[in-house]
T-cell receptor, first 114, second 110 residues
Framework: KAGVTQTPRYLIKTRGQQVTLSCSPI?????VSWYQQTPGQGLQFLFE???????NKGNFPGRFSGRQFSNSRSEMNVSTLELGDSALYLC?????????????FGNGTRLTVT | KNQVEQSPQSLIILEGKNCTLQ??????????LRWYKQDTGRGPVSLTI?????NTKSNGRYTATLDADTKQSSLHITASQLSDSASYIC?????????FGAGTRLTVKP
């Protein structure tokens, strides 16, 4: 079974631009969640989608948004990029939503904002 | 203040030795505690998930313990291998409200 796939692997953008990241979950997984990882703040939860509905959202500004499609693939968008948005963005999928569901992470998209 | 504190911040051990990583949390209410291994440049990989009623859980050479009364967990690695060199992250809370530790950076030297 293929793992969680994130594209692109690396991205360089300029302040003020917007960016869209993509995540393809493991086949059959319906929950997709997104995380930001930086050296200073560590891992932080962004949001979770299940069956095309946003179930939970972390403490991030409205510039961060996401969506999930009927095939469970998900995208996240960051508008008006700031230097502080430079980070590794990780996506994880799980079979179901719920507190004990194992999460399967992709290898992330490394975003650099200049 | 982070609600999940991990120690030590970094650790260097010789191949074949055992080690123990610590995780203290103040997250409440408690739902579960997870340990992840993250190799450089890759996404985290789940090692164990423990609920309130579980004291110990093993995954090969990795054994996690949980004391819900003292809100402490440990990850014990037995007979370390070079491939164990990675960051180990403790995560507490349900999906959607997870609190992450800053991780312990483990280096295993030959």
């Amino acid at each position: 079974k293929a793992g969680v796939t994130q594209t692109p692997r690396y991205l360089i953008k300029t302040r003020g631009q917007q960016v869209t990241l993509s995540c393809s979950p493991i086949s059959g997984h319906r929950s997709v969640s997104w995380y930001q990882q930086t050296p200073g703040q560590g891992l932080q939860f962004l949001f979770e989608y299940f069956s095309e509905t946003q179930r939970n959202k972390g403490n991030f500004p409205g510039r961060f948004s996401g969506r999930q499609f009927s095939n469970s693939r998900s995208e996240m968008n960051v508008s008006t990029l700031e230097l502080g948005d430079s980070a590794l963005y990780l996506c994880a999928s799980s079979l179901i939503t719920g507190s004990d569901s194992p999460l399967h992470f992709g290898n992330g998209t490394r975003l650099t904002v200049t | 203040k982070n609600q999940v504190e991990q120690s030590p911040q970094s650790l260097i051990i010789l191949e074949g030795k055992n080690c123990t990583l610590q995780c203290n949390y103040t997250v409440s209410p408690f739902s579960n505690l997870r340990w992840y291994k993250q190799d450089t440049g890759r996404g985290p990989v789940s090692l164990t998930i423990m609920t309130f009623s579980e004291n110990t859980k093993s995954n090969g050479r990795y054994t996690a313990t949980l004391d819900a009364d003292t809100k402490q967990s440990s990850l014990h690695i037995t007979a370390s291998q070079l491939s164990d060199s990675a960051s180990y992250i403790c995560v507490v809370g349900p999906l959607g409200d997870m609190r992450f530790g800053a991780g312990t950076r483990l280096t295993v030297k030959p």
